[in-house]
């Protein structure tokens, strides 16, 4: 398949806990993008990572970015209810498709 | 500045009609990309158009074609609807095409084929 793999496919953690997802691939890509997804609704831009960066922040999310092991990481410190939806990593590939994972399904407990 | 606008938001089709779809992307974003979202199949790039002309194609038959106006407007049509169309498709748009650039998603369009 295309797709990246997501895992884990789901996560429950208490609200204030930290959550890692993960995405690996399997091509040379140009960037990675992690986006969020309410139920229903479109995808909101979390943050964009070129290949040639490792690691990046933005405000409680942090993205890794290992090209050697095809791999990213998404990590949200300090979750909150409001933090509940599926996550999605993106990547743009040499050809420039861009190819979707399947996405993490987290559900922040009050 | 608005964001990415997709209309219309809900619609019902019967199979072997077709359907078009249209996407408004953000002022000055050039680059219009759209995507269709399964529960099977998860988030699948359609195609991805640049100053009105197509840049790149996913895996889709021809039944599902688009194309870029002059304003940047898109629309993606969809010919002899089948059961399995049933969707959600994504509309993005990018200031340009390439690696780099930030994509940026409109609400969809929810399309129930019966």
């Known amino acids: 398949s295309q797709q990246g793999e997501e895992d884990p496919q789901a996560l429950s953690i208490q609200e204030g806990e930290n959550a890692t997802m993960n995405c690996s691939y399997k091509?040379?890509?140009?960037?990675l993008q992690w986006y969020r997804q309410n139920s229903g609704r479109g995808l909101v831009h979390l943050i964009l990572?070129?290949?040639?960066?490792r690691e990046k922040h933005s405000g409680r999310l942090r993205v890794t970015l290992d090209t050697s092991k095809k791999s990213s990481s998404l990590l949200i410190t300090a979750s909150r209810a409001a933090d509940t939806a599926s996550y999605f990593c993106?990547?743009?590939?040499?050809?420039?498709?861009?190819?979707f994972g399947k996405g993490t399904r987290l559900h922040i407990l009050p | 500045k608005a964001g990415v606008t997709q209309t219309p938001r809900y619609l019902i089709k019967t199979r072997g009609q077709q359907v078009t779809l249209s996407c408004s992307p953000i002022?000055?974003?050039?680059?219009v990309s759209w995507y269709q979202q399964t529960p099977g199949q998860g988030l699948q790039f359609l195609f991805e158009?640049?100053?009105?002309?197509?840049?790149n194609k996913g895996n889709f038959p021809g039944r599902f074609s688009g194309r870029q106006f002059s304003n940047s407007r898109s629309e993606m049509n969809v010919s002899t609807l089948e059961l399995g169309d049933s969707a959600l498709y994504l509309c993005?748009?990018?200031?340009?095409?390439?690696?780099?650039?930030?994509?940026?998603f409109g609400e969809g369009s929810w399309l129930t084929v019966v």
């Open positions: 993005a748009s990018s200031t340009t095409q390439g690696a780099g650039n930030t994509i940026y």
């Open positions: 091509t040379s890509i140009n960037n």
């Open positions: 990572i070129r290949s040639n960066e």
């Open positions: 993106a990547r743009r590939e040499r050809d420039d498709k861009i190819i």
């Open positions: 002022s000055g974003h050039r680059s």
């Open positions: 158009y640049f100053s009105e002309t197509q840049r």
